[in-house]
């Protein structure tokens, strides 16, 4: 388990093994679907769809720029091009070629990042993918998808594939634990899951760190505080619906993710809180940094991505609160 | 091959696309001149490569359906080239030529660069150097995985082969022994601060690079709209490998405002309005000459 789990989560796969196994299935029913690889198949696990349908499997080697440009050109012969490779060398090495073939012409192209965060561990911060989502959410036209566990990774890949345009579907290389039991996530692109009711604060999660969060909140009941924690899958679009509803019916938010603080889930729902119902927040994520080799729950409690400190800042931001709060007003509920 | 009434597909006439380049080639200077910006000796080294691929008995397009699956694609990697493929797809009926007066201008379909989506017959958007041909690359595996018989033509520059992309394309595209792929170089000379061999000499032997890459390589005069459109037709004949045209250009056509400064060929400048009339003049005398008028 990558975090200490007091409220009985179930072991699970890692979300690479999830989306690997997913695209295999849908590739029957999709005949449309092309793979383009960048010879790390075997990581990305896209091999379980290239052992089914060699014909639309293309391993160009190690070469990004030109994988994203040859998805570019499948997608506009009518093709949905999906690219995948780790998520650092996608989007970081071919980052021109996903904004001039991919999100500028608005194609169906769909970028499948592994190996993303720090929990990739031992490999080091070179393989790590940490500013990722900040790339791929700065990109007009692009959705932006960083699921929890196997049943969400499953129907977000489905989800993926059935929308008409560039997606980046964010994965990670270590098992994780189930949050949606049986296959039972509902996926809706740019629609929060609600996990877990409470009346004082909001975690808003991402990846990973949503059972982080669910551990966090289990924590935080055993001290009266009881938190809303939502599974924010889609960075953009984002639930603003859902963030404005947790500003406005919580009082307090933090959000926590796999990613540095610049440019990804906490910056858009500073964002978005900021719009709409301005309240205090606190960010869970990497602070300004790379990381370095280790095991990945090492990594974890090293740089600050553990329940621990979803904790910890759920006490900050809720004193913050109360500082802020006028004496003669109405607390929040 | 049976085709419906409305796919171009032109008959090759020396006469005619004589005339349609010495046409094209105005239009280059006309539309930039007016922009007051623009590339036009990079698309002038191209324009008689254009003329010979949409009028001369090489590609088959429908202008009135841009999207037609089975049409030929050509991408224009070079997208700075961009006033050369504008007057090429205006002078094929993609889009009315009087928009060729608007090139650049706010709300006009014609940019700076080539923008998918925003101008009919433009298959990329281009103009990041180095991409084009791995999207054409796209367009050619998407035949073969469909049982297509589509060719792609791609033209790249001599300066964007600085870029790795390039050869990147060029290894998988030779893997996948795509046949149905035709880059054409557009070996003008110069780049941006000034002639090739000095920016990046190592580019030559440019031949040997191809041939080593398991292309099947012609070296063609790129003026010379008979031998453009032998090699076409040889290109397609070609099985296995994919074909590339080291076409020998003139960054600026040989005309005199452009050939005046040898440094840098006013690349990304157009001529003032005295230029482009010594320009004009010189074209016309030109094509009176050849065609005896």
Redesign the interface.
């Known amino acids: 388990m990558l975090f200490k789990n007091s409220t009985g989560l179930a072991p699970g796969k890692a979300t690479r093994d999830a989306f690997g196994a997913a695209l295999r299935e849908i590739g029957a029913e999709r005949q449309e679907i092309?793979v383009i690889d960048g010879d790390v198949g075997n990581s990305t696990r896209t091999e379980y769809f290239a052992k089914e349908y060699p014909?639309?499997f293309?391993n160009?080697?190690i070469?990004e720029?030109?994988m994203?440009?040859?998805?570019?050109?499948?997608?506009?012969?009518?093709?949905i091009?999906l690219v995948s490779s780790f998520a650092v060398f996608l989007l970081d090495n071919a980052y021109?070629?996903i904004?001039?073939?991919v999100a500028?012409?608005?194609?169906n192209v769909k970028l499948v990042g592994s190996h993303s965060g720090i929990s990739i561990g031992e490999d080091g911060p070179s393989q790590m993918a940490i500013e990722d989502i900040a790339l791929a959410t700065a990109l007009p036209n692009m959705v932006v998808i960083v699921p929890a566990d196997e049943s969400s990774t499953r129907a977000a890949t489905r989800a993926m594939i059935d929308h008409p345009g560039p997606v980046y579907l964010r994965t990670g290389r270590p098992a994780v634990p189930v949050i949606y039991p049986d296959g039972s996530a509902s996926f809706e692109i740019g629609k929060a899951n609600r996990l877990r009711e409470g009346a004082n604060l909001t975690i808003i999660a991402c990846g990973i760190m949503v059972a982080a969060a669910l551990e966090a909140a289990h924590q935080l009941s055993q001290e009266g505080i009881e938190a809303r924690v939502l599974d924010m899958h889609t960075i953009k679009p984002l639930d603003i619906a859902a963030v404005e509803a947790a500003a406005r019916e919580t009082g307090a938010i933090v959000t926590a993710e796999e990613h540095l603080l610049e440019g990804g889930l906490g910056a858009a729902v500073a964002r978005a809180v900021a719009e709409n119902f301005p309240v205090p927040i606190a960010f869970v994520g990497i602070k300004d940094r790379y990381a370095q080799s280790g095991p990945p729950e090492t990594l974890l409690e090293a740089y600050g991505l553990t329940p621990d400190a979803i904790h910890q800042a759920a006490l900050e931001v809720l004193e913050r609160r109360s500082a802020n709060e006028p004496q003669s007003g109405h607390p929040h509920q | 091959m049976e085709q419906k009434h409305d796919v171009q597909q032109h008959t090759f006439d020396i006469h005619r696309l004589r005339e349609i380049s010495w046409k094209l080639s105005r239009a280059i200077i006309q539309s930039t001149t007016k922009a007051g910006s623009g590339h036009p000796s990079s698309s002038l080294s191209a324009v008689d490569v254009l003329t010979v691929l949409y009028f001369g008995d090489v590609m088959r397009y429908k202008p009135q359906e841009p999207h037609w699956?089975d049409r030929d694609r050509f991408i224009l990697s070079k997208g700075h080239a961009a006033p050369g493929l504008y007057v090429t797809l205006a002078e094929a009926g993609y889009f009315d030529p009087a928009l060729l007066s608007t090139l650049r201008q706010f709300g006009s379909p014609l940019e700076g660069h080539p923008?998918?989506?925003r101008t009919p017959g433009v298959?990329?958007?281009?103009?990041?150097l180095?991409?084009?041909?791995?999207?054409?690359?796209?367009?050619?595996?998407?035949?073969k995985?469909d049982g297509r018989d589509y060719r792609v033509y791609v033209m790249i520059g001599d300066g964007e082969s600085d870029q790795?992309?390039i050869w990147?394309?060029a290894?998988?595209a030779a893997?996948?022994r795509v046949d149905n792929l035709t880059t054409i170089l557009d070996l003008n000379g110069y780049q941006q601060t000034g002639p090739v061999s000095k920016v990046m000499p190592a580019l030559m032997p440019v031949v040997q690079k191809w041939q080593a890459f398991g292309w099947d390589v012609q070296e063609i005069d790129g003026h010379d709209l008979a031998q453009i459109h032998t090699a076409f037709r040889q290109a397609a004949e070609v099985r296995g490998r994919p074909q590339i045209l080291i076409a020998h250009t003139d960054k600026g056509k040989f005309l005199s405002p452009f050939t005046k400064d040898e440094k840098v060929r006013k690349h990304g400048v157009p001529l003032n309005e005295e230029e482009a009339q010594t320009a004009l003049a010189e074209l016309d005398d030109r094509y009176h000459a050849q065609e005896g008028a």
């Open positions: 092309i014909d639309r293309f160009l080697g070469a720029s030109n994203i440009s040859v998805a570019s050109g499948f997608a506009s012969s009518g093709k091009a021109d070629q904004r001039m073939g500028f012409p608005n194609l | 699956p923008v998918y989506g298959e990329a958007s281009t103009g990041s180095g991409q084009g041909l791995s999207i054409g690359l796209g367009h050619a595996l998407s035949a995985v790795g992309q990147e394309a290894m998988s893997k996948y």
